[in-house]
Each structure stands twice: as C-alpha cells, then as structure tokens.
Nanobody
Framework: QVQFVESGGGLVQPGGSLRLSCTAS????????MTWYRQAPGKQRELVAT???????IYPESVKGRFTISRDNAKNTVTLQMNSLKPEDTAVYYC????????WGQGTQVTVSS
C-alpha cells in the first residue's frame, strides 16, 4: 500500500520561508522520480518541483530560484524548501511520484498572508 505523509506547512508572512517534508512508504523510493504539487482553492493541481533518482531538479518559472527540492533515500523522504514566499504560493502541497499514479496523501496547508 503506497502512502505519502506530508508535513511542515503553516501560516507565514510574505517573504518568509517554510520547509515541507514528505515521507513515502510502499514504493521503491530510491529509484523513483519524486515530485511536489500544490492546489490552490478553485484551481487545478500544479506541479512545482521534481527530483529524479539521480538528483536532477526541475522547477516551473513560477517557483524557480525560490523553491528547492531535495531527497533522502535512506529515510524515504523528499523535502521542499520554500523561500521568498508570496501570497500566490498559498495552497495545499502534496508529494507523489512522477505522473502522480498513486493516491494522494492528506497534503499540508501553506498560507502566505500578512
């Protein structure tokens, strides 16, 4: 049974930082490309960061230079360091493998507001 457990969200002021974590179980984590997605109210889920099993990272322009994805294969964990947060980053954040073939976890809420 594949499971993702996300944590680390919260309320932060614009310009602040948060570090999200996702622990995966039920998959061969070390060989998987891992991804972070987010979904804002009334919007479709969007991909915000990707890390391959070799450590290559990919970001959309909307977060490039502000977000950093990393992984710890020994702990089956993928993290998302988010800096210079903006109100438009407000969303529920989820992790999954590439293509999101597995059920979503509960996500972690990130709210950027003054």
């Amino acid at each position: 049974q594949v499971q993702f457990v996300e944590s680390g969200g919260g309320l932060v002021q614009p310009g602040g930082s948060l570090r999200l974590s996702c622990t995966a179980s039920g998959i061969n984590f070390g060989i998987r490309t891992m991804t972070w997605y987010r979904q804002a109210p009334g919007k479709q889920r969007e991909l915000v960061a990707t890390i391959t099993n070799g450590g290559t990272t990919i970001y959309p322009e909307s977060v490039k230079g502000r977000f950093t994805i990393s992984r710890d294969n020994a702990k089956n964990t993928v993290t998302l360091q988010m800096n210079s947060l903006k109100p438009e980053d407000t969303a529920v954040y989820y992790c999954n493998t590439r293509g999101a073939p597995f059920p979503w976890g509960q996500g972690t809420q990130v709210t950027v507001s003054s």
